[in-house]
């Protein structure tokens, strides 16, 4: 019949059109008890965890979710997702802009704190949402160059020729679909004095589906240098998927990197962190910045003393290979780079 033929043709061509990733990204998980259900943990965790996403929302991706243990409370992986009632306690010290990212600002979207790296916040949209991250109390609404307001962004880089490396960050820039990434990437390439592009992005890991042929074309096309700094804190969220993603980027000629934040219940011993590069390694990633916690607001609970950091890191260093060694740094604001600790 006529009309059934009309039916199936749209329906196999927007299966074409709507990238398989923006499809995972849309059927995240979003709401607190489906999660719960979802790992089998126990009902009484519901009410703080409503209460805590209506402050900053949860979202996680299946794939991530599938990486979990059921029944356990404590998985590192669910920890990083899953409000929690301590998130809600107010802790001397912790602030809602604790890097200073609201005076550090040089044009709309642009944070040029670094000599020769200016880093542009793109988007405010991430695949998931850290329970720690810094940025779950930053007013994104004023500050990220929102959709194709680029073009102050890209004046103040066009005019900066001390500016060789730009660092595409959030949110997680590989929100972005195709088609902004690429008329951003384009717009850079026009950009004489860049030679680097960075991108500070938790997708290959959240959402290993992101690193599509779309993806590595773009990659494949631009002028610039193309470094990717990934974002696991555990050992177990190298999954076989994110595996094969990272495989592909490496054989695109991407540099893979990878930043994790020390984590207390998430990555706070030796053993996991060790675990991690090694696992890390396998995969074509060298391990970068192992972060102090940035003390934002709601995140206290993660915290790890640099004391204990101190001693972890004595601990990797005699158990790895230099170049497995990720540097342990603390972001201070108005510091001319990251602080090197321990
Ligand atoms: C962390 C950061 C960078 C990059 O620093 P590197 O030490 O080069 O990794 C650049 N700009 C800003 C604003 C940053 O916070
Ligand atoms: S992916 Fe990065 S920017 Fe997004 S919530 Fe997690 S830590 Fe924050």
């Excluded at 040029?112 to 994104?140: D, M, N, Q």
Aim: hydrophobic content about 45%; glycine content about 6%.
């Amino acid at each position: 019949m006529e009309s059934q033929k009309l039916i199936m043709i749209p329906a196999k061509a927007l299966s074409r059109q709507v990238p398989r990733w923006q499809r995972e990204l849309a059927r995240a998980i979003t709401d607190p008890g489906e999660l719960l259900r979802e790992l089998e943990l126990d009902p009484a965790l519901l009410p703080a965890a409503r209460v805590a996403a209506a402050r900053f929302s949860l979202r996680v991706p299946r794939g991530f979710v599938a990486r979990m243990a059921k029944g356990d409370p404590g998985d590192p992986l669910l920890r990083q997702v899953l409000p929690l009632g301590a998130e809600l306690e107010t802790t001397p010290g912790f602030a809602a802009d604790p890097v200073g990212d609201r005076a550090a600002q040089a044009a709309p979207g642009v944070l040029h704190k670094y000599h020769g790296r200016a880093l542009l916040i793109v988007t405010s949209a991430c695949a998931a949402h850290c329970r720690y991250c810094f940025r779950r109390e930053y007013p994104y609404a004023d500050s990220h160059a929102g959709m194709d307001e680029w073009q102050p962004a890209l004046a103040y880089l066009a005019g900066d020729p001390s500016i060789r490396e730009v660092i595409l960050s959030g949110g997680d820039p590989l929100s972005l679909s195709d088609r902004r990434l690429g008329a951003l990437l384009a717009a850079l390439d026009q950009i004489p004095h860049l030679e680097r592009l960075r991108i500070h992005s938790r997708q290959p890991i959240m959402l290993p589906e992101r690193v599509d042929h779309g993806l590595l074309d773009l990659l494949a096309r631009t002028r610039l240098r193309p470094v990717l700094v990934v974002h696991a804190n555990h050992p177990r969220e190298i999954a076989t998927a994110v595996r094969a993603a990272l495989a592909q980027l490496a054989g695109a000629g991407v540099t893979l990197l990878n930043q994790s934040v020390l984590l207390r219940g998430v990555n706070d011993s030796a053993t996991v962190l060790a675990e991690l590069s090694e696992t890390l390694f396998a995969a074509r990633v060298l391990p970068y910045y192992l972060h102090l916690l940035d003390p934002v607001q709601g995140a206290a609970h993660f915290d790890v003393n640099e004391t204990e950091a101190s001693a972890i890191m004595k601990i990797l260093r005699q158990r790895l290979p230099g170049y497995l060694v990720p540097r342990l740094v603390r972001e201070q604001p108005g510091q001319p780079a990251k602080t090197p600790v321990g």
